[in-house]
Antibody
Framework: QVQLVESGGGVVQSGKSLRLSCAASGFIFSKYGIHWVRQAPGKGLEWVALIWYDGNKKYYADSVEGRFTISRDNSKNTVYLQMNSLRAEDTAVYYC?????????????WGQGTLVAVSS | QSILTQPPSVSAAPGQKVTISCSGSSSNIGKNSVSWYQQLPGTAPKLLIYENNKRPSGIPDRFSGSKSGTSATLGITGLQTGDEADYYCGTWESSLSEGGDVLFGGGTKLTVL
C-alpha cells in the first residue's frame, strides 16, 4: 500500500535551518510528483512546494520562496525539504503528499506529518 | 485568509444530509477541478473526492461532489458520528506553475449532533 513517512521535524530557533525527509513506498516513486503541505496549529492547510516526478520542475508558495528548497532522490524514494531562515510563522505540521492523478494536482495520499516548532 | 471560501462550520443530525460549499474564482475553480478532503482529529487529510465528483477506491457513495461555475459542493448523506471532522476543498491556480499553486479552502468543521 502507498506509504509516505516524514521525519526531521523538531524544535529550532528562529533564523536556523532544518531538513525534512519524506520516505515513500508502495508505488513507483519516480513516476509521481510530491507536494509539501503544512498546517499551523489550529489552522487550515497551506501548500508549500511541489517537485515533479523527475525533479526537473519545482514550485514554491510565495511565503517560502527563497528560503525553502525541495529536492528528491529517486534512487532512495525520498523527497527532502530544506528549510532555511526559519520564522515563528513556519511553525506547523508538515505533510508530504503525492500528486496522484495526472490531471488533478491536489494530493491523493498524505503522510502522517512531522511537527516543526520555531522558537523566537 | 484563504482564496477559497468555505463556511467555518456546519451541523446536522445522524442520518441526515449536509452540504459544504467552496467558493473560488475564474482563475481557480472556474478553470480547474476540485478535490475534497476529510481530516479527522489528530490525523492527516484523506482524499474523498477528486476531479469534482470522482471517488477514490474505498470511499463510500455517501460522499459526493459537484461543481458549477466558480463554486463546488461536497455532499454527505446518511450522516454518522464518525463523519465529525474538518473538511477541505482543494484546487489549483491556473498559472505557469504546472501543478504548483495548489489552493485549499479554510476548512469546515462538521458536527453531527
Amino acid at each position: 500500500q502507498v506509504q509516505l513517512v516524514e521525519s526531521g521535524g523538531g524544535v529550532v530557533q528562529s533564523g536556523k535551518s532544518l531538513r525534512l525527509s519524506c520516505a515513500a513506498s508502495g508505488f513507483i516513486f519516480s513516476k509521481y510528483g510530491i507536494h509539501w503541505v503544512r498546517q499551523a496549529p489550529g489552522k487550515g492547510l497551506e501548500w508549500v512546494a511541489l517537485i515533479w516526478y523527475d525533479g526537473n520542475k519545482k514550485y514554491y508558495a510565495d511565503s517560502v520562496e527563497g528560503r525553502f528548497t525541495i529536492s528528491r532522490d529517486n534512487s532512495k524514494n525520498t523527497v527532502y525539504l530544506q528549510m532555511n531562515s526559519l520564522r515563528a510563522e513556519d511553525t506547523a505540521v508538515y505533510y508530504c503528499a503525492r500528486w496522484g492523478y495526472p490531471t488533478s494536482p491536489p494530493p491523493d495520499f498524505w503522510g502522517q506529518g512531522t511537527l516543526v516548532a520555531v522558537s523566537s | 485568509q484563504s482564496i477559497l471560501t468555505q463556511p467555518p462550520s456546519v451541523s446536522a443530525a445522524p442520518g441526515q444530509k449536509v452540504t459544504i460549499s467552496c467558493s473560488g474564482s475564474s482563475s481557480n475553480i472556474g478553470k480547474n477541478s476540485v478535490s475534497w478532503y476529510q481530516q479527522l482529529p489528530g490525523t492527516a487529510p484523506k482524499l474523498l473526492i477528486y476531479e469534482n465528483n470522482k471517488r477514490p477506491s474505498g470511499i463510500p457513495d455517501r460522499f459526493s461532489g459537484s461543481k458549477s461555475g466558480t463554486s463546488a459542493t461536497l455532499g454527505i448523506t446518511g450522516l454518522q458520528t464518525g463523519d465529525e471532522a474538518d473538511y477541505y476543498c482543494g484546487t489549483w491556480e491556473s498559472s505557469l506553475s504546472e501543478g504548483g499553486d495548489v489552493l485549499f479552502g479554510g476548512g469546515t468543521k462538521l458536527t453531527v449532533l
